[in-house]
Each structure stands twice: as C-alpha cells, then as structure tokens.
C-alpha cells in the first residue's frame, strides 16, 4: 500500500522530471539515467495523450469560471443596482482571490504533488461557484467571487507545469499547443451557455421570501459544471514505458538517480517552511532571479491587456447594441447606472458576438501548434505581444460595431499565440524543484495583480474616458514583445 502511495506521489509531478545529469554513467553492468532522461527513454504515447486530455478538461473548467463573470455583469448589475466602479470590483475581487491562491497553491504543489494541488483547487472552485449562484446580494456574490477565485487561482499555472514535466522533449510543444486549445474550448463553451441561458429572462423564479432565482444564476451554476524514491521512480518509468507500448524492452538495469528538491510528507510546518524556502530561492540565485523578474513582466503586460479587454468587452458589446453607438469608446454608451436596465437585457446579438470572438481564437490555436516548435517559444511571444497590442490600438479607431467585431475577433485569434507559447515559455525557464513555486508567485504578482487594476481601471475609466484602457493595454503588450528577447529559447531543451 505504501508503495502504490510512492508511485502515486510520483506520478504528482514532484520527481516526474529533472536533468541534473545529462550524461549516461555506465558502471557494473547498470546504466544510470536522469529522470529526464528516462522519460525520454519510456516514449511518448497513450499515457501521456490521456493526460493531456486530462488536464485540458480542467483547463477549459477553469477558462469558464474564469469568464463567466463578465457575462452575468449587464444583468447582475440591473438587478443589484451596481455602479461601473462596483462591475470591475465584482470583475477585480476574483482575480484577488486568485493572487493568494496561485501562491498558496503554487508553493502546496512543489512540496505535496501536482495531482493532490488540483484536486483541491478544483474542490474550492466549485463549491463556491454554487454559492455564488444563490446570491441575492452584491457583498455575498463579491465574497464569494473571492473564494472562487482562490480556488481557481492555481489551477492553470499547476496545468502546464505537470504536462511539461511529463512530456519528452520533443512533444512539450505540440502537446502543450493542444493543452491550451482547451481554453479555446472553455472560451466558446462559455460563450455559447450565456448565448443559449441569459437571453431567457423569463426564467425568473421567486419565493414568498424574496429568493430570487433566474437565468443570469443558472448561467453561474452551470459553470461549475466541468473544474525522490529511486525505486519508485523506477517503477513509474516503466509503467509509462510499457502503457505507451513502446517497441524495445525495458531495461531493468536503468537506475533513476535521485533529484533534489522537497519531500511531499512532512508536518504542517515542514510544510510552511517548504514554501518559505522555496520562495526566497526565486530571489536568491541569480539566473533564477533574472528570469522570473523579466518573465514576471512579460505575463504582466499581457495580463493587465487581455484580462482588462476581455472581462468588459461584452459589457461594452450590450451598451453599443441598446444605444447604437458606432465605437466601444463613443461618448454616447451609457454607464450601467442609467436607463440601460430598462432595455431589453435578452438580446441574442451581444452573446453571439462574444460566440464569434471565442471561436476566432482557432485560428491563433492552429498557427501557435505549427510555429512554436519551429521559430522558438521566444519569438513567438515577442512577434505575437507586438501584433497583439496593434490590433488593440486599432479598436479604438474603428467606427462601425461591425469593425469592433471583426478587430475583437482578430484579437483573440493572435492573443492565444501569446498565451500559449508565454505560458509554455514561464515553465520551461524554471528548474523542477521551484517550477510550480515559480508559476504561483508570479501567477499571483503578476498575472493576478495585473488583472485586478485591469479591470479596476477599466471600471473606473469605461464611461468617461475609454480611450485611456484601449491605448494603455496597445501600449503594455508592445512593451512587453519587445523585452522577450531577454528571456532564453527553451525548444527542444531539456528543462532543469
């Protein structure tokens, strides 16, 4: 029993992948082999296809809590009585739960395992997703919003590093492309729910007690609906190699050497002085220290731009439609505490419009599947930050809804290149033992921070003077092309 335990721990992703010997040592008969070396050695095939797959699903779960909000808002602003500033405080408060959870998590997963991490962070989501769905009041739905968003805090950043520490070499690429077309998946089932859900207003329900209960909350409901041991290791190489039916015959005379890193038992304050441990080496040893700080800034810039245009482009999309202005910055769209409520909240074309946006990122998905094993992580981030930011820029020019349409759409379809390969790109540059420490303190410091003054700010800005959002956001992702050139080219590398 304590043996199948071990394995399972393994298979968490603690001790799945590290090079600390590149080279083969040959003595005795025994031929002793880096962990990395031995997943190189076991093959890629079924094993590591299932849990892709795996992971994707709870990539696409995540993508979904993650964006609901933003399409409750014109309703549950209606109905709440809620200001613009109070939209991008309901918007920010989820991405501030998601500050403490990616660190906590983060930190849990380098010294516990991936595999129990998730699991928890799925755990957490879901449960006040469902809360968050009976609210009958703003302050309740914010509190809960902020525990959502600690539990769905991890969940991404946990995603990438066990799919790249599982993967060969040679796969990480191409596998990881098709990990992040399930945001894709989750950005058009998202889409699409709100699409078939909101627009059904006379879906009201209402008790003698005033609990109310209508679609803009079955909306909600539903979307928490999808969310070192040498011998050991040994055993867990061979389970993958004979799973992927591989054609040699596994040689049990490889020997797994031992990588250093944190035991996944330990007390609770073993525990806490893991992650305190951990935490400082990011600041501590000086290649590390480098890299986190200029990738910290890339994610940032990226963040603040696409999380701040995404979270109230529908918003954005409504008032054009009940208004008929002719730009998502005209002067004459209306703030969420005016007569917009009196409008019809069930029109179908907002919600197809946001269909529209979340399909068009196929396209960026198939370009990023193609390109990122053959220009590099690097460059494909840089190159698609900066045509990124332009098509940003030009969303303030375009004067027609239809224009507004077709340069979101144009957006989101080079905007998922830049995701995709910045998120492949902030694995691979951490070694194992800070890998997942790595990702949570920089989920929370740069990823999240940036999302909630994104949102913040664009809450505050949206009707008075939007211009200001739109012209930053262009700005950040050009900035942040540009320094990607500072950061290595990991393809086809293997990870430390």
Excluded at 132 to 154: D, E
Excluded at 392 to 416: K, P, Q, Y
Excluded at 420 to 432: D, G, M, Q, W, Y
Excluded at 476 to 495: D, F, H, Q
Aim: proline fraction near 3%; hydrophobic fraction near 45%.
């Amino acid at each position: 029993m304590e043996n199948d335990e071990e394995q399972e721990n393994l298979l968490d992703g603690e001790d799945c992948l590290v090079t600390h010997n590149d080279h083969d040592i040959r003595g005795g008969g025994v031929r002793r082999l880096s962990i990395d070396k031995a997943i190189e050695t076991a093959g890629f095939g079924r094993f590591h296809i299932f849990m892709v797959i795996v992971m994707g699903w709870a990539n696409s779960a995540d993508t979904i809590e993650l964006l609901s909000i933003s399409f409750v808002l014109p309703q549950a602003s209606c109905e709440l009585h809620a200001t613009d500033l109070e939209l991008g405080f309901l918007t920010a408060v989820g991405f501030a739960g998601m500050i403490i959870g990616s660190y906590f998590w983060g930190t849990f997963a380098d010294i516990k395992g991936r595999i129990k991490a998730l699991l928890l962070c799925q755990l957490v989501n879901a449960v006040f997703i469902v809360l968050s769905s009976v609210s009958q009041n703003l302050p309740f739905l914010i509190c809960m919003r902020l525990f959502s968003g600690f539990g769905v805090g991890g969940t991404a950043p946990l995603i990438f590093v066990y799919v790249v520490e599982i993967l060969p070499a040679k796969h990480r690429g191409k596998m990881t492309a098709v990990l992040s077309c399930c945001f894709m998946v989750g950005q058009v089932l998202v889409a699409g729910m709100a699409w078939l859900i909101l627009p059904h207003t006379e879906w009201t329900w209402t008790t003698s007690t005033g609990f109310t209960y209508n679609s803009w909350r079955i909306f909600m409901l539903l979307s928490s609906l999808p969310v070192g041991r040498v011998e050991d290791a040994k055993a867990v190489i061979k389970r993958i190699y004979e799973k992927n039916g591989n054609a040699r015959p596994y040689d049990e005379n490889y020997i797994i050497t031992h990588q250093r890193g944190s035991n996944s038992r330990g007390s609770m304050k073993e525990i806490l002085s893991g992650v305190g441990r951990n935490t400082v080496a990011l600041v501590t040893r000086p290649k590390v220290r480098f890299r986190f700080l200029i990738s910290s800034i890339v994610l940032f810039c990226l963040s603040f731009s696409y999380y701040g245009l995404t979270m109230w482009f529908p918003t954005l999309l409504e008032r054009m439609e009940a208004s008929q202005g002719t730009s998502v910055c005209d002067d004459k769209l209306p703030a969420a505490n005016t007569s917009k409520c009196d409008g019809d909240l069930s029109n179908n074309a907002v919600y197809f419009d946001t269909f529209l946006q979340a399909v068009s990122s196929l396209p960026g998905n198939v370009l990023y599947f193609l390109l990122v094993d053959v220009i590099g992580r690097k460059l494909l981030t840089g190159v698609s930050m900066i045509l990124t930011g332009i098509s940003v820029f030009f969303i303030w020019f375009v004067s027609s809804h239809t224009g507004s349409i077709v340069l979101s759409c144009v957006f989101a379809g080079i905007s998922v290149v830049s995701w995709n390969a910045t998120s492949l790109l902030t694995t691979e540059i951490f070694p194992t033992e800070l890998r997942s420490t790595a990702k949570g303190v920089q989920g929370a410091l740069a990823n999240r921070v940036a999302s909630v003054l994104a949102t913040l700010v664009f809450g505050a800005l949206v009707s008075t003077y939007c211009a200001v959002p739109i012209l930053l956001m262009s700005c950040l992702l050009i900035s942040g092309g540009i320094i990607t050139y500072k950061l290595p080219n990991t393809a086809n590398a293997s990870i430390e």
